[in-house]
């Protein structure tokens, strides 16, 4: 099970982490799957850094076999989503960029890819150009958006995607995140919404 993620796809996100590049393909990185952390299971914090922020996104997992899947056949290759949370140690990849190194180890470090639970498209709406949805910290909303805001949309980043690596049954796509991203602190609470329907929740430790 692979897990690919989308990065700098909205653009109020990119303007918040002063992002001036001109996109003409998706930025993908990957993370292990290691990483994956589900059934509302406590998110530790890791002693290798002191600013762990949130990123909340819709997360896409992929049904079936497919190679250079075309972008018009691409909404054949899933039928569920979520919503989930890509943990950044926003530190470590700064100092990383800052070098011109790899900042995948700031992304892909154990329990990183929180993942919420899976529902069929059809049951938040049916659009996967068209879903809002949000994180709450504590009870009041930190992160809201929209996939209708995606610069690339999700059967683009499917077809981009496949014409590098076979797509296996289970493979999760993380879509990107919108503006709003910040750091989490020991004791929040985090809950990720779909529309109305509640598809994450856990704590900080």
Same mark, same amino acid.
């Given at each position: 099970?692979?897990?690919?993620?989308?990065?700098? *796809?909205?653009? #109020?996100?990119?303007?918040?982490?002063?992002?001036?590049?001109?996109?003409?393909? =998706?930025?993908?990185?990957?993370? =292990?799957?290691?990483?994956?952390? +589900? !059934?509302?299971? =406590?998110?530790?914090?890791?002693?290798?850094?002191? /600013?762990?922020?949130?990123?909340?996104?819709?997360?896409?997992?992929? *049904?079936?076999?497919? +190679?250079?899947?075309?972008?018009?056949?691409?909404?054949?290759?899933?039928?569920?989503?979520?919503?989930? $949370?890509?943990?950044? #140690?926003?530190?470590?990849?700064?100092?990383?960029?800052? +070098? %011109?190194?790899?900042? /995948? $180890?700031?992304?892909?470090? !154990?329990?990183? #890819?929180?993942? %919420?639970?899976? &529902?069929?498209?059809?049951?938040?709406?049916?659009?996967? *150009?068209?879903?809002?949805?949000?994180? /709450?910290? *504590?009870?009041?909303?930190?992160?809201?958006?929209?996939?209708?805001?995606?610069?690339?949309? &999700?059967?683009?980043?499917?077809?981009? &995607?496949?014409?590098?690596?076979?797509?296996? $049954?289970?493979?999760?796509?993380?879509?990107?995140?919108?503006? %709003?991203?910040? =750091? &989490? #602190?020991?004791?929040?609470?985090?809950?990720?919404? $779909?529309?109305?329907?509640?598809?994450? !929740?856990?704590?900080?430790?």
């Amino acid at each position: 099970m692979k897990i690919i993620a989308v990065g700098m *796809n909205y653009a #109020a996100h990119n303007k918040e982490l002063h992002h001036t590049l001109e996109q003409k393909e =998706p930025v993908i990185f990957m993370k =292990p799957d290691s990483s994956l952390l +589900k !059934d509302g299971k =406590p998110f530790f914090i890791p002693d290798f850094s002191s /600013e762990i922020h949130y990123e909340t996104e819709i997360v896409v997992r992929i *049904n079936r076999l497919g +190679k250079s899947i075309a972008e018009r056949f691409a909404h054949r290759y899933y039928d569920e989503i979520t919503v989930g $949370i890509d943990f950044t #140690a926003r530190d470590l990849q700064n100092r990383l960029r800052e +070098k %011109g190194m790899p900042w /995948e $180890i700031s992304k892909a470090f !154990d329990n990183s #890819a929180a993942i %919420g639970t899976f &529902v069929r498209l059809d049951e938040v709406g049916g659009d996967i *150009n068209n879903l809002s949805f949000r994180l /709450e910290k *504590n009870g009041k909303a930190v992160q809201q958006g929209n996939s209708s805001e995606m610069l690339f949309k &999700v059967d683009a980043i499917i077809s981009y &995607v496949s014409r590098f690596c076979t797509l296996k $049954i289970g493979d999760l796509i993380y879509t990107g995140t919108p503006s %709003g991203v910040a =750091p &989490v #602190a020991i004791g929040d609470h985090l809950q990720g919404y $779909i529309g109305e329907r509640k598809l994450l !929740d856990f704590f900080v430790r």
